[in-house]
Nanobody, 115 residues
Framework: QVQLVESGGGLVQAGGSLRLSCAVS????????MGWYRQAPGKQRELVAV???????NYADSVKGRFIISRDNAKNTVSLQMNSLKPEDTAVYYC?????????WGQGTQVTVSS
């Protein structure tokens, strides 16, 4: 059974940084692409950043220049370094990965940015 487990969320002041990590277990296959999504209260889930197995990346305009997505293919992990955090970054952040036609999701980790 494929599982994605996020860690690293928490409470931070505006301007601070957090690093989220996501570990994949239950498969020897590489999920591709992998990404981070977020969902704020009352809003739809939105893409934050995505990375391919070849490390090609794409970011939402709202986080460009502040967030960096990376992955370790050998360890089957993906990370999101979040800098210069803003209160509007407050949301539950979800790790996501695809294998073939199947998309897998983590359980989510809360990120709260206080002003």
């Amino acid at each position: 059974q494929v599982q994605l487990v996020e860690s690293g969320g928490g409470l931070v002041q505006a301007g601070g940084s957090l690093r989220l990590s996501c570990a994949v277990s239950g498969t020897i296959f590489r999920l591709n692409p992998m990404g981070w999504y977020r969902q704020a209260p009352g809003k739809q889930r939105e893409l934050v950043a995505v990375i391919s197995s070849g490390s090609y990346t794409n970011y939402a305009d709202s986080v460009k220049g502040r967030f960096i997505i990376s992955r370790d293919n050998a360890k089957n992990t993906v990370s999101l370094q979040m800098n210069s955090l803003k209160p509007e970054d407050t949301a539950v952040y979800y790790c996501n990965g695809r294998y073939g036609s199947t998309t897998y999701w983590g359980q989510g980790t809360q990120v709260t940015v206080s002003s």
